[in-house]
Every structure is written in C-alpha cells, then in structure tokens.
T-cell receptor, first 116, second 112 residues
Framework: DAGITQSPRHKVTETGTPVTLRCHQTENHRYMYWYRQDPGHGLRLIHYSYGVKDTDKGEVSDGYSVSRSKTEDFLLTLESATSSQTSVYFC???????????????FGPGTRLTVL | GESVGLHLPTLSVQEGDNSIINCAYSNSASDYFIWYKQESGKGPQFIIDIRSNMDKRQGQRVTVLLNKTVKHLSLQIAATQPGDSAVYFCAAGGGATNKLIFGTGTLLAVQP
C-alpha cells in the first residue's frame, strides 16, 4: 500500500457522534486525498491537501472537515456522523514523480465506517 | 458534468484467455489516465497509466490503449490468471480539473 496506513480499519458509531479517521504516510508525498467509495459510485473525492495546512474541498465535502498539521498525517473528521456517511473511506497520496496533481495516486487499505 | 464510465459491469473470462476492459470518458481536456485494480477488502492498486501524448503503453501482461478521438481507453490483460480476478477502475485527470474522476468499475471474474 505504498507506505500508507489508515486507522481505524473498521469503526461502528452512532448517529450524531464525532468521528476522526487518520491517514499516515511514510513516503513524503506532497498531496493527500480522502475519498469515499459506495456501491454504484466511483471513488468520490471528499477533501484533499496540497501541503501542510493547505486543504481544499472535493465534490462531496458537506459534513466533513480535514486537517493536515504534518506532511505525513491527514485527518478526516465527521463532526456529527449520519447514516448517509456509512461508507468505505480511502486515503490516497501523490506528488512525488512529477510534483503536480497528475501524479499517480496511491491508495491506503481503507476504513470501513458504519453509522447506526 | 464530467464522467468516466465503463461499458460492462461484469466480465467473465476463462483462465489463459485475454481480457479487455473498456472505459469511456467525457472530458476531452483530460490528459492523464490510470487503471487501478481493487481486490475485495483492499484499496485500489495502481496498474498502469498513460498520458494523452501516447496511444499505447505496455506493462507486464497489461496494455492500455487510448483513443482520444472517441474518448475511449481500454485495458488488455494477456493470459488472464485467477489472481487477476478483481474490480478494475479507470480514472481520468487533467484539463480543467486537477483531480481524478473515477469510473464505477468492472468486475473481472476468471473461470478456471
């Protein structure tokens, strides 16, 4: 998984509770991404980061926030989890080959989140 | 909006045969394309990529073909093996958006 870990790997939580997912990389890639994967949909971008403290929204950012205080860590927070946020969440990294967004994205193993 | 789609949701092939997985994209400004393989319970794994200045690129047992005229790309897997059974995604990037747009995936089932 290209030096990417995600934690936790599985989580069950209740509606209304806050949840934080962590992505950690050891590859020193500049860009980091959070995606969600749901049946019938391709991977959809939630948020991404182009450097420490530099983040931006993706196509499905409502209800999510992110933070990146160190190059190696990118956190995804669900402030108040809802059942519609039940999904598999993937972190990805890129930026080491060409240094731009068209670099290959390498994915972590995923976190399966269930919101009851 | 932009989309990346796959012609067939499921492809069943015999072990040893060649497999062809197709993908269409909508943004003519896309200039970077990737194929990923995803096994059950795992994250997408990079297979091969191609940029718009190329029509064909080969890897180990895999070939990607790009037809920019009809906005179509394909992944060819030679001598398909049981270990190739997985979902395959294409993704397109570049152009007006600097983010990848992913297809929904094709399930490749290899029959022994």
């Amino acid at each position: 998984d290209a030096g990417i870990t995600q934690s936790p790997r599985h989580k069950v939580t209740e509606t209304g509770t806050p949840v934080t997912l962590r992505c950690h990389q050891t590859e020193n890639h500049r860009y980091m991404y959070w995606y969600r994967q749901d049946p019938g949909h391709g991977l959809r971008l939630i948020h991404y980061s182009y450097g420490v403290k530099d983040t931006d929204k993706g196509e499905v950012s409502d209800g999510y926030s992110v933070s990146r205080s160190k190059t190696e860590d990118f956190l995804l927070t669900l402030e108040s989890a809802t059942s519609s946020q039940t999904s598999v969440y993937f972190c990805a990294i890129s930026g080491k080959e060409r240094g731009d967004f068209t670099d290959t994205q390498y994915f972590g193993p995923g976190t399966r989140l269930t919101v009851l | 909006g932009e989309s990346v789609g796959l012609h067939l949701p499921t492809l069943s092939v015999q072990e040893g045969d060649n497999s062809i997985i197709n993908c269409a994209y909508s943004n003519s400004a896309s200039d970077y394309f990737i194929w990923y393989k995803q096994e059950s319970g795992k994250g997408p794994q990079f297979i091969i990529d191609i940029r718009s200045n190329m029509d064909k690129r080969q890897g180990q047992r895999v070939t990607v073909l790009l037809n920019k005229t009809v906005k179509h790309l394909s992944l060819q897997i030679a001598a398909t093996q049981p270990g190739d059974s997985a979902v395959y995604f294409c993704a397109a990037g570049g152009g007006a958006t600097n983010k990848l747009i992913f297809g929904t995936g094709t399930l490749l089932a290899v029959q022994p």
